[in-house]
T-cell receptor, first 115, second 113 residues
Framework: EADIYQTPRYLVIGTGKKITLECSQT?????MYWYQQDPGMELHLIHY???????EKGDLSSESTVSRIRTEHFPLTLESARPSHTSQYLC??????????????FGPGTRLTVL | GESVGLHLPTLSVQEGDNSIINCAYS??????FIWYKQESGKGPQFIID?????DKRQGQRVTVLLNKTVKHLSLQIAATQPGDSAVYFC????????????FGQGTTLQVKP
């Protein structure tokens, strides 16, 4: 089983608060990703990183930001949470060699609710 | 833009029957495809993958079929069990080998006892 962790698992917070969603992996993967997923819907890539000090915006525009100071850690921050940010946020990492053969391994997700 | 879609949002099968979940993709340059299973409250779990130079790959109780001519991918689950109940996503990665995945909309598999 993949060793990728996300905290918190559930977060209910008021509008305007700053939040940071944590993601850590112990597999030494260079590539890490953040996805946003509404219930029952597909995953949309919002951020990715190919290694330390590398971060890129994904296909879905997001007001969140990310940082990659250490290989194992890829936190996502929302400076001012809004109800439109309510969603599930999934972190993933992949084999250093690229997509094959193992694909991406996912964490359990953080379900965020902004009131 | 690029997209990966699934034909049916929900599939209901009897326990013990075989299940077939379908996926249509649009990027003919994609060279790697993955099926994921997502149970309620969990992140997606890797099931099986296939490269574009193959048309079939088998795992334990699962088979993935790839038809590049019509850009179609399917997941077959043999002897479906209640534990197979979940949402299934197909995903593709373009040949640029960025590691980025494009996900389809998901099919919910319901297994009736």
């Amino acid at each position: 089983e993949a060793d990728i962790y996300q905290t918190p698992r559930y977060l209910v917070i008021g509008t305007g608060k700053k939040i940071t969603l944590e993601c850590s992996q112990t597999m030494g993967h260079d590539k890490m990703y953040w996805y946003q997923q509404d219930p029952g819907m597909e995953l949309h890539l919002i951020h990715y990183s190919y290694g330390v000090n590398s971060t890129e915006k994904g296909d879905l525009s997001s007001e969140s930001t990310v940082s990659r100071i250490r290989t194992e850690h890829f936190p996502l921050t929302l400076e001012s949470a809004r109800p439109s940010h309510t969603s599930q946020y999934l972190c993933a990492s992949s084999h250093p060699g690229g997509a094959p053969p193992e694909g991406q391994f996912f964490g359990p997700g953080t379900r965020l609710t902004v009131l | 833009g690029e997209s990966v879609g699934l034909h049916l949002p929900t599939l209901s099968v009897q326990e013990g029957d075989n299940s077939i979940i379908n996926c249509a993709y649009s990027n003919s340059a994609s060279d790697y495809f993955i099926w994921y299973k997502q149970e309620s409250g969990k992140g997606p779990q890797f099931i099986i993958d296939i490269r574009s130079n193959m048309d079939k790959r088998q795992g334990q109780r699962v088979t993935v079929l790839l038809n590049k001519t019509v850009k179609h991918l399917s997941l077959q689950i043999a002897a479906t069990q209640p534990g197979d109940s979940a949402v299934y996503f197909c995903a593709e990665t373009p040949s640029s080998n960025t590691g980025k995945l494009i996900f389809g909309q998901g099919t919910t598999l319901q297994v009736k006892p």
